[in-house]
């Protein structure tokens, strides 16, 4: 079975701290996707970063950084220097595809509120 | 590149009346994918394709049929709407058949079945 958990239901902070989103996974496949994903309230799905299972080094992409630890099935979401705009829904996503095989599982998610 | 498209934004429908979401891509992705939204869940495939005639179940298919002629095309089918089917329905495309490709997500249609 495949699974992500999200146990952060919402969280606050403050403008131009760092913020942590917490996401483990479970799976059997050795090779997959894990993704982070923003939903803000105007309802889109933005792509914010990824990394492979497979991948030795953290991804980073801008703001955002993956704490990828393999061993503990974690794959937390760092977003450093918050501001108001990314107040949004935040989902953890795992994607393991093989040939014609395609499996997706996202978390619940997490709302995140940027205070001023 | 207009990216992924989808028509209609809303609908209304009645239980038991039937209709067609429409999902289009512009990047000649392989992989279409429908998912849909309920509140406090994330979100959950309904049903994929890998390429041109070629579809699966995902993780929730009952009461949705899917083809797909086309690979710029994917379209989502309710044969009977039911209530439980409310929720906002996303489609997503992605390059090929690599766990690492990202989806690329249309705006999503928010559906209601009275």
């Known amino acids: 079975a495949q699974k992500i958990t999200q146990t952060q239901p919402g969280m606050f902070v403050q403008e131009k701290e760092a913020v942590t989103l917490d996401c483990t996974y479970d799976t059997s496949d050795p090779s997959y996707g894990l993704f982070w994903y923003k939903q803000p309230s105007s309802g889109e799905m933005i792509f914010l970063i990824y990394q492979g299972s497979y991948d030795q080094q953290n991804a980073t992409e801008g703001r955002y950084s993956l704490n990828f630890q393999k061993a503990r099935k974690s794959a937390n979401l760092v977003i450093s220097a918050s501001q108001l705009g990314d107040s949004a829904m935040y989902f953890c996503?795992?994607?393991?595809?093989?040939?014609?095989?395609?499996?997706?599982?996202f978390g619940i998610g997490t709302k995140l509120q940027v205070i001023p | 590149n207009a990216g992924v498209t989808q028509t209609p934004k809303f609908q209304v429908l009645k239980t038991g009346q039937s209709m067609t979401l429409q999902c289009a891509q512009d990047m000649n992705h392989e992989y279409m994918s429908w998912y849909r939204q309920d509140p406090g869940m994330g979100l959950r495939l309904i049903h994929y394709?890998?390429?041109?005639?070629?579809?699966d179940q995902g993780e929730v298919p009952n009461g949705y049929n899917v083809s797909r002629s086309t690979t710029e095309d994917f379209p989502l089918r309710l044969l009977s709407a039911a209530p439980s089917q409310t929720s906002v329905y996303f489609c997503?495309?992605?390059?090929?058949?690599?766990?690492?490709?990202?989806?690329?997500f249309g705006p999503g249609t928010r559906l209601t079945v009275t």
């Open positions: 997503a495309s992605s390059r090929s058949g690599t766990s690492e490709n990202e989806q690329y």
């Open positions: 996503a795992m994607r393991v595809v093989r040939g014609g095989y395609q499996k997706v599982t």
């Open positions: 394709s890998v390429g041109a005639g070629i579809t």
